[in-house]
């Protein structure tokens, strides 16, 4: 009987040390996959598309070529996956409840200066070198629209209801939210010209003083 119970608990033993050797294993595999997508951003925003390589990211990554090809098996995957990984980066961090608790002034603050952490930035940039090359490549075109539509439909929705109680209808809640991340991309574009250095906090300021203005406008009008 002792002998049974010995063998049932080194059996158990070996299971979970077996068990954590996987888990480790796996941690390990998925630290990979995120290090080379935050590579493959960096590499983007340094070197633009044109002269974006594999070999560059695994350098970058610190990793080797065949890591890599192990986790993205052509170049086009794992371009598709530095955009996917900015564009999930630019969800919301709180729902439309915890939004709602705050005043619309306070809510569009959080929400501008959220997107613009994001807009603003180099991981934005490299993004931007990816749309423009996929737009003439019809399969990669094809997946990153569907993802992107998938994203923007679940976006509008939470954008209405985070801002029911404004009295706007959806529609204009619609257009503003596509006016305030227009007006954001097009002050990026200006620091892409003139530099990360110029000062865009003026215009920052009067996107959202003209968002806070019109939104409380149909409040007091209710």
Request: proline share 2%; charged share 25%.
């Amino acid at each position: 009987m002792k002998d049974v119970k010995e063998k049932n608990a080194s059996g158990r033993s070996n299971r979970a040390q077996t068990q954590v050797g996987i888990r480790t294993q796996q941690d390990r595999s998925a630290e990979t996959h995120d290090k080379l997508i935050k590579a493959a951003i960096t590499v983007l925003g340094k070197r633009g598309y044109a002269n974006f390589t594999t070999s560059a990211v695994a350098a970058t990554a610190k990793v080797s070529r065949g890591a890599l090809q192990y986790h993205f098996h052509t170049r086009d995957d794992i371009l598709v996956a530095a955009r996917d990984h900015v564009a999930r980066e630019m969800d919301l961090v709180w729902t439309p409840e915890e939004l709602l608790s705050h005043p619309v002034e306070a809510r569009l603050r959080m929400i501008i200066g959220h997107y613009w952490k994001m807009i603003g930035s180099n991981a934005y940039i490299a993004a931007l070198e990816v749309r423009l090359y996929e737009r003439f490549d019809r399969a990669m075109h094809k997946t990153l629209l569907a993802r992107m539509n998938e994203m923007t439909a679940q976006r509008n929705h939470d954008w209405a209801l985070a801002f029911v109680d404004t009295g706007l209808p959806e529609d204009e809640l619609m257009a503003l939210r596509l006016y305030m991340l227009d007006t954001l991309r097009g002050i990026t574009l200006r620091r892409i010209e003139q530099g990360p250095k110029v000062d865009v906090t003026r215009q920052i300021e009067l996107l959202t003083e003209m968002l806070i203005g019109r939104m409380q406008l149909k409040n007091n009008q209710a």
